[in-house]
């Protein structure tokens, strides 16, 4: 049986991580707050966010520009979306 979470981005108990997406206080919160179903929103949003402003992963200042980006998507925040972005119609 899966692990289920109460998901702080989609707001119901859904199936949980596998695992922590990474090391430390951060990734364990992920993992036990964020659904699988949203962290794969925020991977497909990231690479657009990395892609359309060309960041460097490896830059500290964009490492901690897309941890911003990123506790504002799970929160429901307004965060930085790709220049050009068009919310998909339901």
Not at 11 to 30: R, S, W
Not at 51 to 77: G, I
């Amino acid at each position: 049986m899966s692990r289920m979470v109460m998901c702080r981005k989609l707001k119901q108990e859904l199936e949980g991580l596998a695992f922590a997406p990474f090391p430390g206080p951060v990734g364990q919160q992920i993992f036990e707050t964020v659904s699988k179903d949203a962290w794969q929103q925020w991977l497909k949003e990231q690479t657009m966010i990395i892609n359309e402003n060309r960041l460097n992963v490896m830059d500290p200042q964009a490492q901690k520009f897309l941890a911003e980006q990123r506790e504002k998507f799970l929160d429901n925040l307004d965060y930085e979306r790709a220049k050009g972005w068009v919310p998909e119609k339901t």
